[in-house]
């Protein structure tokens, strides 16, 4: 089963889903892309992945306990090939990070996870509990930290976003 959440936040607010992971416990992330090598896949903490880029990636956001159990697999196809964490079964959130562009519009934010992943033999495999209250945990504080709606119930937007629509900042999807 899949979970996710859309919305709007200011680049500012960044900092504010950070400062709420490292509350609830240590947390790390790696940008979501194919590398060359194994070694090229490093998890930092997850202030140094999202606040400190520009955000041309995706990341993979976990707790550090769950890093280890990570698997990394190798990518061979005519468009592209190298290393990359597994992503639908990891134990972790997937993160798209809206960003401001020019001239005046904001692109929107993501998060989304899976909490069970296609084993062998087809089989569905449920991810363990502790990550799954993790996940659901980060979520609903997400849903709390966008309270508006723009549109829709399923399109939020933070205090700040909705103030900055109102003021003329275009939402884009």
Known sequence: MTASVQYWRLPDEEADMVNYLRSIEPTMAIA???????????????????????HQDNYLIAPTRFVPEMLVHRIDTPIKSGFSVMGM???????????LAPPNRLYTTALSADWSYLG?????????????HWGKQVMQWVRRSAPAWYRYKSQRLTTKAEAARERGLELVW
């Open 32 to 54: 979501y892309r194919t590398v060359e090598t194994p070694q090229d896949l490093v998890w930092t903490d997850v202030a140094d992945a999202l606040v400190a880029t520009n």
């Open 89 to 99: 079964d990891a134990p972790a959130l997937l993160y798209s990070p809206g960003r």
């Open 120 to 132: 062998e033999g087809g089989k569905t495999v449920d991810k363990s509990a502790e990550f799954i």
